[in-house]
């Protein structure tokens, strides 16, 4: 990605981003609500799945346990909405492509970007909540920018490769709806790894589960946790963003062919 191709097109990148908002909540009687929708429909689920298993378990249910499946909701939400819209950018939009001359990986970036916005409404409004819970915030609350770029970066490299790959093979968005519907089974946001014991490699392996759990431990339990995995999501994060990068430009010539 050359960044200063990008800039220089960056009034298209915001008027392409733009619009993907206004379509999204056009005639929609919710609007930008439906940006706490999702995320607080994930919330009330794993609120009830971790109801249920402190009563299996008989442990006592805590304010802990609420805080902890919101604050791994929203940043899960908006790496399921960010994929699903980008594994589509390029398909959608089948006469841009084609006809103008840009560089066409605005279209996935734009669609990260606007699920960006909604994700910054939702958690906005997760921070008023953690007040009102009593969760303060402390120096280790900071690492959580770092995690969040960490997840942004690993978004955006995989909505790259996946809009170019749809392009070429329109059964990847069917594969991605397919593994975005059960991925949630296999990444922590309902639970914490801890519980799967030696086992727990395995799905730290995930490259979000890792920031997920650092996130629930940097901002409600005040400790880092998983650091060498994090370390690890950081560095798979931005290795699949340069390989991305790179097979985008090599294959973006062959867009308007395939399209």
Do not use: H
Request: proline share 3%; net charge positive; with cysteine.
């Amino acid at each position: 990605m050359d960044i200063s191709n990008i800039i220089k097109y960056k009034d298209l990148f915001y008027m392409i981003s733009w619009r993907e908002i206004k379509v999204k909540y056009k005639q929609s009687f919710m609007g930008i609500l439906w940006a706490l929708f999702m995320p607080i429909i994930i919330i009330s689920a794993g609120i009830l799945v971790k109801y249920s298993m402190s009563k299996v378990a008989g442990t006592q249910f805590s304010y802990n346990e609420i805080a902890s499946v919101s604050i791994k909701a929203i940043p899960w939400s908006f790496f399921v909405s960010s994929i699903r819209f980008s594994t589509n950018s390029l398909t959608s939009n089948f006469s841009l492509v084609t006809k103008i001359k840009f560089p066409k990986i605005i279209f996935p970036l734009s669609s990260v970007f606007s699920q960006l916005i909604d994700f910054v409404i939702a958690a906005s409004f997760m921070v008023i909540f953690l007040l009102i819970l009593g969760y303060g915030f402390s120096a280790k609350s900071l690492f959580a920018i770092v995690l969040l770029v960490i997840l942004i970066v690993y978004t955006i490299g995989l909505s790259i490769l996946l809009s170019a790959a749809n392009l070429f093979f329109r059964d990847v968005k069917y594969i991605v709806e397919v593994v975005l519907t059960f991925a949630i089974f296999f990444t922590p946001v309902f639970y914490e790894v801890k519980l799967f014991g030696a086992w727990d490699k395995l799905l730290l392996l995930n490259p979000i589960s890792p920031i997920l759990e650092c996130l629930n431990g940097c901002l409600v339990m005040d400790q880092f946790l998983y650091m060498e995995w994090v370390a690890y999501s950081a560095v798979f994060s931005f290795l699949l963003l340069l390989l991305s990068i790179k097979i985008f430009n090599k294959v973006e010539p062959m867009f308007a062919e395939y399209i």
